[in-house]
């Protein structure tokens, strides 16, 4: 083999097809029992697109393009995974890839200059090049509560639900957990449970996705837009459709601020989030207008003020985590059937086998949901043995932060290269995926043309990149606050402090310093 690539989500299977064009043999090692990914691994109710449908699938073919008929404006994980397993079927890309098949460590060789990887049952294979296409947000953490072996019922956490589901019809639900899974999995289940207990103990903002069918008039302008639609998402900082707003918080008066955002909380997707007032997310007085109006607005929602409170978030400005977008959240806490523990107020000591119990009293469950999140970023590559030239252990290495080249390659992990690993751009994920992809392929046909075998980042381009994404986040409230976009993670040992994971400078300038590198004949790069 020439390569090898570990994940078989839109990442692995998009560099799978670009190597291939090179006429490069690649093997593709997959955990899952099939293709996905993320939309593999994510089959929990209610789950879906928060960026439209049609700007999150592959651009690089316009017979796939023209074939694909997204259902909804933001589509639902099952049509997701049915169109990720088309392209598989479409471009012929399952004989290289092996499911069933978790890689648990990778271990560079100085003198052929290759990896050899080693799976979960001890086989081995070997290769040139290794990619990793591990996916952001695929590590997941169980909270740490003692205990949860003791449950009795049903339980799982949402990475893993079972593809036959989980009948939950009647029955008493609980539910660890308030971020973006959790809000899409509770006004999805609340309907037909027989009682909901919601364990909170951070509070997030939310706002309406306005999600609906796209009819067929609307689907063949999606299909005449295109071209339109792609470059829209590549001139904006985010990848997505929507662009921050040039003006500022205090350019307007108070009655045009909040039409404003009025008209934004009324119209689908992130444009309440990424494309707001420009100071919104770096302005802390700017913000705490925002924040005060989104409060308003849970309070018009929420029929119990005290309830209503607790759903309000005390520790983060609105939008200085990622803003989950939500089909009737908080209305769900305006039915008989749903409680929501506040375990800053009682916290939970421990699972029984009949359920949870808090400082307050025991709440019986028959089903009990783990939405606690991921160790994002970092955390897939930390859960594998990586060690380059010398034994050097790459988990030891980022333990205070990471340190690569533009995100695609680490410091000292010579020919090992990272689709969307730390410090790239954030945004529209497949959008991200694409671009680094387009240029990692274009550096192993540069290693082609010149008959070049190794490849590994100068030091000093990986200072100055470092430098540079540290920079680019500096003034950005969301670095104020934790979450696993900072790093911090209370379920993991050592994750409680924060760290910049991502380039926060845009994908705009992350993609002309990329270009500029390559332009340049990748002297960033130490070659062998």
Not at 97 to 112: L, T
């Amino acid at each position: 083999m020439d390569a090898i690539i570990i994940g078989a989500g839109i990442a692995g299977m998009y560099q799978l097809y670009r190597l291939r064009e090179l006429g490069l043999k690649a093997q593709v090692f997959e955990a899952g029992s099939d293709v996905g990914g993320t939309w593999y691994w994510n089959r929990y109710p209610g789950a879906r697109f928060d960026s439209e449908s049609w700007s999150y699938g592959y651009s690089f073919s316009k017979e796939l393009l023209a074939d694909w008929d997204w259902p909804e404006h933001f589509a639902a994980q099952p049509d997701t995974l049915r169109y990720l397993n088309h392209v598989a079927d479409r471009f012929d890309l399952r004989r290289d890839i092996r499911c069933n098949s978790r890689v648990v460590a990778a271990q560079f060789d100085e003198a052929p200059a290759r990896w050899t990887v080693t799976l979960e049952n001890g086989e081995t294979a070997s290769a040139p090049l290794l990619i990793t296409a591990l996916g952001p947000l695929s590590a997941f953490t169980l909270p740490n509560i003692p205990g949860r072996e003791a449950f009795a019922g049903t339980a799982c956490h949402t990475a893993r639900w079972p593809r036959e589901g989980i009948a939950m019809a009647g029955k008493r639900v609980g539910i660890i957990g308030t971020g973006a899974t959790a809000i899409q999995i509770i006004q999805s289940i609340a309907p037909e449970v027989g009682q909901l207990t919601v364990f909170q103990r951070t509070a997030n903002w939310a706002a309406p996705l306005h999600n609906r069918r796209i009819t067929p008039e609307e689907q063949a302008r999606i299909k005449g837009s295109y071209d339109e639609i792609f470059a829209r998402c590549r001139e904006t900082d985010t990848c997505f459709i929507h662009q921050a707003d040039p003006r500022s918080v205090f350019d307007v008066s108070p009655a045009e601020r909040e039409a404003f955002w009025e008209k934004l909380y009324r119209e689908p997707g992130f444009g309440i989030w990424v494309g707001n007032f420009r100071d919104v997310l770096t302005n802390p007085k700017a913000n705490a207008l925002m924040t005060e109006w989104a409060r308003k607005k849970v309070f018009e929602r929420v029929r119990d003020p005290v309830t209503a409170e607790k759903l309000i978030p005390k520790n983060h400005g609105f939008g200085t985590r990622r803003l989950p977008l939500e089909s009737g959240y908080f209305e769900v806490y305006n039915q008989a059937n749903v409680r929501l523990v506040d375990i800053n107020e009682e916290p939970i000591e421990r699972i029984t086998a009949s359920g949870v119990r808090t400082s307050a009293g025991d709440y019986a469950c028959d089903v009990l949901i783990y939405a606690s999140g991921f160790d994002g970023v970092t955390g897939p590559y930390d859960r594998m043995d990586i060690r380059g030239p010398g034994g050097r252990r790459l988990r030891d290495d980022w333990q205070e932060t990471p340190r690569t080249l533009l995100g695609v390659m680490a410091e000292g992990f010579p020919n090992m290269l990272m689709i969307l690993g730390p410090h790239t751009a954030r945004g529209n994920i497949p959008r991200n995926i694409e671009e680094i992809v387009d240029w990692v392929t274009g550096l192993i046909g540069h290693m082609q043309t010149h008959r070049l075998v190794r490849v590994e980042p100068r030091a000093g381009a990986v200072d100055e990149w470092t430098r540079h994404v540290e920079d680019s986040a500096a003034g950005l409230l969301f670095t104020q606050v934790n979450s696993w976009q900072t790093g911090v993670n209370r379920n993991v040992e050592g994750r409680d402090v924060r760290r910049t994971l991502g380039y926060y400078g845009g994908a705009v300038r992350y993609r002309r310093k990329g270009a500029a590198i390559a332009a340049g004949g990748y002297d960033e790069f130490a070659f062998g």
